[in-house]
């Protein structure tokens, strides 16, 4: 709902603030004192393309500045948050949010959702959430098939809703399984490629047989096999100086005369004694360094040139792997992923098989689907035909009826296999044309509003604005006008920018815009009417004359009678 909407340099209005609040809202003024602008600028404000010409002469800039109750975790507040902006709590779940729009005379634009700039991009997301503009020339609800068709499904109630996403799952599911099938069969050769060189990847793989960390290991027996002479030297001199073939004295047998010395004695002195078990513990520790070095140089000398080539062409198999397939270990993990993915593109043959009648199915319960759907259309098609003619006779339309038609499409989609067009023949023996073809500007507005009026009653819009909804009728035909639009405020807000008392009558909140003597509306020039104001307002729509005593009494009973009808409501 728009609580207040500001206007600062959009066409003849200077600077000019509408409270509008809940309910019905009429907006009256002279010719040319910029009523439209209201309109205007509310496009503006829902993301509509921005017009320097709508600049007021001699300004730098427009600037629209609208604030709305919203619910606080609604789906509008999501979106401006994502935007990057936010809503104000006010408490019970309901927020205010704040909309700017600003048009330089250069043509440049800038808009703020939410307290922060964003892309005008994001208003036109907002907009449907929002509000639904009917203009003369902008019934934007009637012209496209796709806005009749969610008219209708709107109208439908819970048993096209649920016809509807059942329709929807069982399309969801066909359109997965035929895409699978496309893919399949399409990439039938790519996939047949695949698991040739997937099968050949593996083959050499399991041929090389990888371990994890051998690479790691055939380095180091690499480098003690190039160094193995080396090596020998150094372990057969250890050995030699630790336990000698030969009378040279070494440090086993040197250790053992330490040992034997100092048992000896060890009875007389503790200390020695612990002294002695400390050199028999080295003994026993050379002792053990000569048996592993005796060891090692017989290793040695098994080892030879012939498994140091061993050694290098292991390494250069598993050089060759990692460059295939990146490493080794990506090597071995293509191995573990790749059986098993061979294993599904040799299956393609069979999952085509059982694709197909998966998909089969599918189609089968589609169809049924989209029967249900179609005759849960058709059902509301023909209810909302005669609910919206009924609504035209009253509109001064008394020879105008008016058809739904739920057609099939021929190409199932998201929303059905079904085409939808409201006709209109505004008099008996015309054939039913397209609202958008068949009827004024003036009618156009009052197919609309009749079609408003009967949808409300089962999916109310938040907010509509209806600009000279009332052109080209008058006298009861207006009367009624103004009670459907009062009718239609009992579930939603409206907004009617009008010229006629007998509309405005029924409002419960009425703003009139007034030029000042420089042709400019200022801030002061858009007032509430109540009491005496808005009689005499409503004198002067029905006769030019605010002061005439007949029209006075005439614009009272209108004010009686929307009085009433608000009552009865």
Same mark, same amino acid.
């Given at each position: 709902?728009?609580?207040? !909407?500001?206007?600062?340099?959009?066409?003849?209005?200077?600077?000019?603030?509408?409270?509008?609040?809940?309910?019905?809202?009429?907006?009256?003024?002279?010719?040319?004192?910029?009523?439209?602008?209201?309109?205007?600028?509310?496009?503006?404000?829902?993301?509509?393309?921005?017009? &320097?010409?709508?600049?007021?002469?001699?300004?730098?800039?427009?600037?629209?500045?609208?604030?709305?109750?919203?619910?606080?975790?609604?789906?509008? $507040?999501?979106?401006?948050?994502?935007?990057?902006?936010?809503?104000?709590?006010?408490?019970?779940?309901?927020?205010?949010?704040?909309?700017?729009?600003?048009?330089?005379?250069?043509?440049?634009?800038?808009?703020?959702?939410?307290?922060?700039?964003?892309?005008?991009?994001?208003?036109?997301?907002?907009?449907?959430?929002?509000?639904?503009?009917?203009?003369?020339?902008?019934?934007?609800?009637?012209?496209?098939?796709?806005?009749?068709?969610?008219?209708?499904?709107?109208?439908?109630?819970?048993?096209?809703?649920?016809?509807?996403?059942?329709?929807?799952?069982?399309?969801? =599911?066909?359109?997965?399984?035929?895409?699978?099938?496309?893919?399949?069969?399409?990439?039938?050769?790519?996939?047949?490629?695949?698991?040739?060189?997937?099968?050949?990847?593996?083959?050499?793989?399991?041929?090389?047989?990888?371990?994890?960390?051998?690479?790691?290991?055939?380095?180091?027996?690499?480098?003690?096999?190039?160094?193995?002479?080396?090596?020998?030297?150094?372990?057969?001199?250890?050995?030699?100086?630790? &336990?000698?073939?030969?009378?040279?004295?070494?440090?086993?047998?040197?250790?053992?005369?330490?040992?034997?010395?100092?048992?000896?004695?060890?009875?007389?002195?503790?200390?020695?004694?612990?002294?002695?078990?400390?050199?028999?513990?080295?003994?026993?520790?050379?002792?053990?360094?000569?048996?592993?070095?005796?060891?090692?140089?017989?290793?040695?000398?098994?080892?030879?040139?012939?498994?140091?080539?061993?050694?290098?062409?292991?390494?250069?198999?598993?050089?060759?792997?990692?460059?295939?397939?990146? =490493?080794?270990?990506?090597?071995?993990?293509?191995?573990?992923?790749?059986?098993?993915? /061979?294993?599904?593109?040799?299956?393609?043959?069979?999952?085509?098989?059982?694709?197909?009648?998966?998909?089969?199915?599918?189609? $089968?319960?589609?169809?049924?689907?989209?029967?249900?759907?179609?005759?849960?259309?058709?059902?509301?098609?023909?209810?909302?035909?005669?609910?919206?003619?009924?609504?035209?006779?009253?509109?001064?339309?008394?020879?105008?009826?008016?058809?739904?038609?739920?057609?099939?499409?021929?190409?199932?989609?998201?929303?059905?296999?079904?085409?939808?067009?409201? /006709?209109?023949?505004?008099?008996?023996?015309?054939?039913?044309?397209?609202? =958008?073809?068949?009827? =004024?500007?003036?009618?156009?507005?009052?197919? !609309?509003?009749?079609?408003?009026?009967?949808?409300?009653?089962?999916?109310?819009?938040?907010?509509?604005?209806?600009?000279?909804?009332?052109?080209?009728?008058?006298?009861?035909?207006?009367?009624?006008?103004?009670?459907?639009?009062?009718?239609?405020?009992?579930?939603?807000?409206?907004?009617?920018?009008?010229?006629?008392?007998?509309?405005?009558?029924?409002?419960?909140?009425?703003?009139?815009?007034?030029?000042?003597?420089?042709?400019?509306?200022?801030?002061?020039?858009?007032?509430?009417?109540?009491?005496?104001?808005?009689?005499?307002? !409503?004198?002067?729509?029905?006769?030019?004359?605010?002061?005439?005593?007949?029209?006075?009494?005439?614009?009272?009973?209108?004010?009686?009678?929307?009085?009433?009808?608000?009552?009865?409501?």
């Amino acid at each position: 709902m728009i609580e207040e !909407m500001r206007l600062r340099d959009l066409g003849v209005i200077a600077d000019a603030t509408l409270p509008i609040g809940r309910g019905f809202t009429a907006i009256t003024g002279e010719t040319g004192a910029g009523k439209t602008m209201v309109v205007t600028g509310l496009g503006l404000l829902l993301g509509q393309r921005a017009d &320097s010409g709508a600049v007021r002469s001699g300004a730098a800039q427009a600037a629209v500045e609208g604030v709305w109750l919203i619910p606080e975790h609604g789906p509008v $507040a999501a979106r401006v948050r994502e935007a990057g902006g936010d809503v104000e709590p006010l408490g019970d779940g309901a927020a205010e949010l704040y909309l700017g729009r600003t048009v330089s005379s250069e043509g440049r634009g800038r808009a703020t959702v939410g307290g922060r700039t964003a892309p005008a991009g994001v208003l036109a997301d907002l907009a449907d959430d929002l509000v639904v503009v009917h203009g003369q020339s902008d019934q934007l609800r009637l012209r496209s098939a796709s806005a009749q068709r969610e008219a209708l499904d709107r109208f439908g109630g819970e048993p096209v809703a649920a016809a509807r996403a059942a329709y929807r799952a069982a399309w969801d =599911s066909w359109r997965a399984l035929d895409a699978e099938l496309s893919t399949l069969t399409t990439d039938r050769d790519a996939r047949a490629r695949e698991a040739e060189e997937l099968r050949a990847a593996i083959a050499e793989i399991e041929a090389a047989a990888p371990l994890p960390g051998e690479e790691e290991e055939l380095a180091r027996r690499a480098e003690r096999l190039a160094n193995a002479e080396e090596l020998r030297i150094a372990a057969a001199g250890a050995h030699a100086v630790l &336990s000698s073939d030969d009378d040279t004295p070494d440090v086993v047998t040197l250790l053992a005369e330490a040992r034997r010395a100092l048992e000896r004695v060890s009875g007389s002195d503790a200390a020695l004694a612990a002294i002695g078990e400390q050199v028999a513990d080295l003994g026993y520790r050379a002792t053990d360094a000569a048996v592993a070095l005796s060891g090692y140089l017989a290793d040695l000398d098994e080892s030879g040139p012939h498994e140091l080539a061993a050694v290098d062409e292991r390494r250069g198999v598993l050089a060759a792997l990692a460059r295939t397939h990146g =490493s080794v270990d990506a090597a071995i993990a293509l191995l573990e992923t790749g059986s098993a993915r /061979l294993l599904e593109l040799d299956d393609d043959s069979d999952r085509i098989e059982r694709l197909g009648a998966e998909r089969d199915a599918a189609a $089968a319960e589609l169809d049924a689907a989209a029967e249900t759907l179609t005759a849960a259309r058709r059902e509301a098609a023909e209810r909302l035909a005669a609910a919206v003619t009924e609504e035209l006779h009253a509109l001064a339309l008394p020879d105008a009826t008016l058809t739904v038609e739920v057609t099939p499409s021929g190409t199932p989609g998201a929303h059905g296999r079904d085409d939808v067009a409201i /006709l209109l023949a505004p008099h008996p023996g015309a054939d039913p044309r397209p609202v =958008s073809r068949g009827a =004024s500007g003036g009618e156009l507005s009052r197919v !609309m509003l009749a079609i408003e009026v009967v949808i409300a009653g089962v999916d109310p819009v938040p907010t509509f604005v209806f600009d000279e909804v009332d052109a080209g009728i008058g006298g009861a035909a207006a009367i009624e006008v103004g009670r459907r639009l009062a009718r239609l405020a009992e579930s939603s807000q409206v907004i009617a920018v009008t010229h006629l008392a007998q509309v405005a009558a029924f409002a419960g909140n009425h703003l009139t815009v007034v030029k000042g003597n420089d042709g400019a509306v200022t801030a002061s020039s858009v007032r509430r009417l109540e009491g005496a104001e808005r009689e005499a307002e !409503m004198a002067r729509l029905l006769s030019g004359l605010s002061d005439s005593d007949a029209a006075l009494t005439h614009a009272r009973e209108l004010l009686e009678t929307g009085r009433a009808v608000s009552e009865a409501g």
